[in-house]
């Protein structure tokens, strides 16, 4: 499975941006895709993710209310609108993906995703 992410860059605090990760190879496994980022000298964090077959979609509590994650099936994407920035929002944000449904308990853990795309950056200016 390959990812690729794309849509990082510049914005003012309060700004919008929406990002993208398009799957390539085996493809199902986009049924479960999870955003994470990771800002200078801070660890890898949870932002969101959707699981296959399943209605819930997760949030870390830091973007809950203004991020928003989404699949077009038809095009092997996933995306994250990212609305209301703020500075500490500033990081290289990274999509990954599993074949196998993740439990719930597991989904904020870095490591329970098998997948990672290369990561694009997003910079929020105060």
């Known amino acids: 499975v390959q990812l690729q992410a794309s849509g990082g860059g510049l914005v003012q605090a309060g700004g919008s941006l929406t990002l993208s990760c398009a799957a390539s190879?085996?493809?199902?496994?986009?049924?479960?895709m999870a955003w994470f980022r990771q800002a200078p000298g801070k660890g890898r964090e949870f932002v969101a993710a959707i699981r296959r077959g399943d209605t819930n979609i997760y949030y870390g509590d830091s973007v809950k209310g203004r991020f928003t994650i989404s699949k077009d099936m038809a095009k092997n994407t996933v995306h994250l609108q990212m609305n209301s920035l703020k500075p500490e929002d500033t990081a290289v944000y990274y999509c990954?993906?599993?074949?196998?449904?993740?439990?719930?308990?597991?989904?904020?853990?870095?490591?329970?995703?098998?997948?990672w795309g290369q990561g694009t950056l997003v910079t929020v200016s105060s």
């Open positions: 190879g085996r493809t199902f496994s986009l049924f479960n």
């Open positions: 990954a993906t599993k074949e196998n449904r993740p439990i719930s308990s597991a989904i904020a853990l870095a490591d329970t995703w098998m997948y």
